[in-house]
């Protein structure tokens, strides 16, 4: 196909996007669609139907605690207008949804909510840790007894994500996930004292694992995941955090993947 008809092909399919996400129908593409206009309309209205679906199958399987906190019917509108403002860039669908929680954040209708958008980036960080690769065994550990703490960098595993809020997030994804009688006591207390939380998330063998961290902890995660140095990251910590037995824990619970130096050390000439 040459440059001009390759131009051609890429203009009707713009028109063709525009018309199946705007509200204009098929005129916006009139002569471009190679149908007849009254079969070229049934067939946007099918393929909107199909988007539509395919949004909310797409959504519901990463974030399954918002579902369940608006319902079935409101979280249907949720991923159209979602798939509407902002459709997936890329062909495998299960990518598509880290948008969520912005367009919950900025979302009018949904202000007296203001813990959801938090709830659904602990939702999309378990998602994105439950596809990550698994971790093997760390590299670079030895590095640890050799080197000055101010040129090493920690890099934890794969899908690993901190999530600060100022809601108690884990205790509503942990709720949900749960079938006591009495399991959403601990959430109406913490919402009650204004009690926040600092939620780490992991691939912990085939599943994901949620545990809430203390400050110190968190702060000294963050600063790893913002590329610091060992160093930077046990200062901004604080003097209480304990490196040896969170060393410990995140080789056991595969939270780490390598200990690197930075700089790196110059070869040999």
């Known amino acids: ?6 131009h051609k092909e890429a203009l009707r ?30 067939g946007l209205q099918a393929y909107r139907a199909n988007a539509g679906a395919l949004a909310e199958r797409a959504l519901i399987a990463a974030f ?22 902002m459709p997936p860039q890329r062909g495998d669908i299960g ?26 980036r602990l939702d999309w960080a378990v998602h994105c840790a439950e596809q990550a690769g698994e971790c093997g065994a760390v590299s670079g550990l030895e590095r640890l007894a050799e080197a000055d703490p101010a040129h090493l960098l920690l ?26 009688a009495g399991r959403f006591a601990g959430v109406r207390e913490a919402f009650a004292s204004g009690q926040g939380e600092n939620v780490l998330v992991w691939r912990d063998g085939f599943k994901a694992a949620v545990r809430v961290l ?16 060992l160093a930077r990251a046990l200062d901004a910590a604080g003097a209480g955090f304990d490196f040896a037995d969170w060393l410990a824990q995140a080789l056991r619970q595969g939270r780490l993947q390598a200990v690197e130096e930075h700089p790196p050390p110059v070869a040999d000439a």
């Open 155 to 180: 890099r934890p595993a794969e899908g690993l994500a901190l999530c600060r809020s100022a809601h108690p997030v884990a205790s509503i994804w942990l709720a949900h996930r749960s079938e006591a």
């Open 1 to 6: 196909m040459n440059t001009a008809a390759l």
């Open 13 to 42: 399919q713009q028109l063709l996007l525009r018309a199946l996400w705007a509200d204009a129908g098929p005129g916006v593409a009139a002569g471009w669609l190679r149908d007849a206009p009254p079969r070229a309309a049934r």
């Open 64 to 85: 399954p605690t918002v579902a369940q906190l608006v319902g079935a019917e409101s979280f249907a509108g949720l991923a159209r207008a979602l798939w509407f403002a």
């Open 95 to 120: 990518t598509w949804g880290d948008a969520l929680p912005g367009f919950i954040a900025a979302a009018a209708q949904l202000a007296d909510e203001p813990y959801l958008a938090d709830v659904a």
């Open 214 to 229: 203390p400050e110190a902890d968190a702060r000294f995660m963050q600063a790893l995941l913002d590329g610091q140095v």
